[in-house]
Nanobody
Framework: HVQLVESGGGSAQAGGSLRLSCAASGYIYSSYCMAWFRQAPGQEREGIAAIYAAFGSTYYATSVKGRFTISVEAAHNTLYLQMNSLKAEDTGMYYC???????????????????WGQGTQVTVS
């Protein structure tokens, strides 16, 4: 298992940017699917971006495509989410998650992911 710790959340104005980081306790193998999820109050947790580094594959939810960029820096065992052109509807708790293998990586359902961070709050006004 991988222990994950998110940081970088906070408040931003609509149209602004934030970058989230997710530090892993161990080496992020290229065979891991790493993803970002978010959960708004009263709503289900939704996958918004995922990356499978072994194939250089990235996946995005329609709601964030073109505005958010997911990346991984293996040398520092860190996953990132660059968020640009923020909107009020981007407000929520953001979680990073990890699972082994590419299966269901692109669908970004929460169920297959084994390891989760504690979350970091993003508020856009």
């Amino acid at each position: 298992h991988v222990q994950l710790v998110e940081s970088g959340g906070g408040s931003a104005q609509a149209g602004g940017s934030l970058r989230l980081s997710c530090a892993a306790s161990g080496y992020i193998y290229s065979s891991y699917c790493m993803a970002w999820f978010r959960q708004a109050p009263g709503q289900e947790r939704e996958g918004i971006a995922a990356i499978y580094a072994a194939f250089g594959s990235t996946y995005y939810a329609t709601s964030v495509k073109g505005r958010f960029t997911i990346s991984v820096e293996a040398a520092h065992n860190t996953l990132y989410l660059q968020m640009n052109s923020l909107k009020a509807e981007d407000t929520g708790m953001y979680y990073c998650a990890a699972k082994t293998g590419i299966g269901e990586c692109g669908t970004m359902g929460a169920g297959p992911f084994n390891d989760w961070g504690q979350g970091t709050q993003v508020t856009v006004s």
